[in-house]
Nanobody
């Protein structure tokens, strides 16, 4: 059974940090491009960061460049999103996505709230 399980979300103050994790099972993780998306209710889901299967290629949305870092550990079947210098506008539900050829999987999402 394919599963992507996010964890690490929560409520933090502006300027603080969070590290999200996405634990994968049920498929060959090392083959898949991993991405983090976020969505605010009533708005479209936006791509935050993407990392290639080997980790050699990484891209970020302009809004998070220099603050967020995506990484992966293929031995642990886990992708990460380190989020530093969080801002109120980073508040959203963060979901991980796995994609390889025509196969695509989503996690259930984890809430990140940045508020003073």
């Amino acid at each position: 059974q394919v599963q992507l399980v996010e964890s690490g979300g929560g409520l933090v103050q502006p300027g603080e940090s969070l590290r999200l994790s996405c634990a994968a099972s049920g498929f060959t993780f090392r083959r898949y491009v991993m991405s983090w998306y976020r969505q605010v209710p009533g708005k479209e889901r936006d791509l935050v960061a993407v990392i290639s299967a080997t980790g050699g290629n990484i891209n970020y949305a302009d809004s998070v460049k220099g603050r967020f870092t995506i990484s992966r550990d293929n031995a642990k079947n886990t992708a990460y999103l380190q989020m530093n210098s969080l801002k109120p506008e980073d508040t959203a539900i963060y979901s991980c996505n796995a994609r390889w050829t025509s196969n695509e999987y989503w996690g259930q999402g984890t809430q990140v709230t940045v508020s003073s």
